[in-house]
Nanobody, 122 residues
Framework: QVQLVESGGGLVQAGGSLRLSCAVS????????MGWLRQAPGKEREFVAG???????DYADSVKGRFTISRDNAKNTVYLQMNSLKPEDTANYYC????????????????WGQGTQVAVSA
């Protein structure tokens, strides 16, 4: 069984930064591609950033140049550094794992965390 636990969310002013962490239990972390997805109230869950087993990354257009995803296989942890935050980044952020090489499609993720709330004030 794989468990994912997010942390690092909070309230920040526009232009500020936050760093989200996702700790993953289990022995196969290095075999998963990892993703960060978010869901704002009244909206569908959307892809934010992903990182493959080899370390390749992909980002939603809305966060390119502001967010950075990384992973530390020794610590079974994936991170999302969020800079220049905007009010429209306000959402519940989820960490997820997939056996696929890469995915920007929420339904293709196999395991999910509980989420961490990010709120950006204007």
């Amino acid at each position: 069984q794989v468990q994912l636990v997010e942390s690092g969310g909070g309230l920040v002013q526009a232009g500020g930064s936050l760093r989200l962490s996702c700790a993953v239990s289990g022995r196969s972390f290095s075999r998963y591609s990892m993703g960060w997805l978010r869901q704002a109230p009244g909206k569908e869950r959307e892809f934010v950033a992903g990182i493959s087993v080899s370390g390749s990354t992909d980002y939603a257009d809305s966060v390119k140049g502001r967010f950075t995803i990384s992973r530390d296989n020794a610590k079974n942890t994936v991170y999302l550094q969020m800079n220049s935050l905007k009010p429209e980044d306000t959402a519940n952020y989820y960490c997820a794992a997939t056996y696929l090489v890469f995915s920007a499609t929420p339904r293709e993720y196999d395991y999910w965390g509980q989420g961490t709330q990010v709120a950006v004030s204007a």
